[in-house]
């Protein structure tokens, strides 16, 4: 069965800091693979997909970036984070665009 | 730009009853319409909705789509604590399957 992983689980860091939060699936290949922020609302904003490796496309302009060096991983930086950056960060997985999206267990970034 | 809208925002219920939960949606090209469930971390999936008055069923959760009026709804019986929660709906539209979600509804049920 596939799995999804999100680290860290949480995290704590300074503005101007950089960012890595990391999203690794498991158990199928070549997934399509999404990353969400949820704000202090409870709706979810995509922020980047990837239908390949190397193939990252932006949905928002913004201080983040994601890369996808390997076919099940995915991560989400920045070389210097906002106050806006906070957020619950969310990692997804499809096996088809046009199918249904599975969450990994999220990142809670606070920017202090 | 697509738009989907929840309501109610939230809900107060007691163990024992029935809601229903609506999701309407503006959207250029619909493809599908998805329901998930939100408890304390990750979003998990409920449902996948594409074809008009097709009702999915799992257990006491049921979810049907009206697409000449634009709308579904979720409707969960015989409620129990277990099932308070943010419930999402969100629209799959694009070829790259980007969804859209809607701000959510909170349900809590009280024993």
């Known amino acids: 069965s596939q799995t999804i992983h999100q680290w860290p689980a949480t995290l704590v860091q300074p503005v101007g800091s950089p960012l890595s939060l990391e999203c690794t699936v498991e158990?199928?290949?070549?997934?399509?693979l999404y990353w969400y922020r949820q704000a202090a609302g409870r709706g979810l904003q995509l922020l980047f997909y990837s239908v390949g490796i190397g193939q990252i496309s932006s949905e928002v302009p913004q201080n983040l970036s994601a890369s996808r060096p390997q076919d099940r991983q995915f991560i989400l930086s920045s070389k210097k984070l906002l106050l806006s950056d906070s957020g619950f960060y969310l990692c997804?997985?499809?096996?088809?665009?046009?199918?249904?999206?599975?969450f990994g267990p999220g990142t809670r970034l606070t920017v202090t | 730009e697509d738009k989907v809208v929840q309501s109610p925002l939230s809900l107060v219920v007691h163990e024992g009853d029935t809601v229903t939960l609506n999701c309407s949606y503006e959207?250029?090209?619909?493809?599908?319409l998805l329901w998930y469930k939100q408890e304390k971390k990750a979003p998990t999936f409920l449902f996948m909705l594409?074809?008009?008055?097709i009702e999915k069923k799992s257990g006491r959760l049921s979810s049907i789509l009206d697409k000449k009026e634009l709308f579904s709804i979720l409707n969960i019986t015989a409620t129990q604590t277990g099932d308070s929660a943010v419930y999402l709906c969100a629209h799959g539209g694009t070829s790259y399957g980007k969804l859209t979600f809607g701000q959510g509804t909170i349900l809590t049920v009280h024993p």
């Open positions: 594409t074809s008009s008055g």
């Open positions: 158990g199928t290949s070549n997934p399509n």
């Open positions: 959207v250029t090209n619909f493809r599908s």
């Open positions: 997804a997985w499809s096996v088809h665009p046009n199918y249904e999206q599975y």
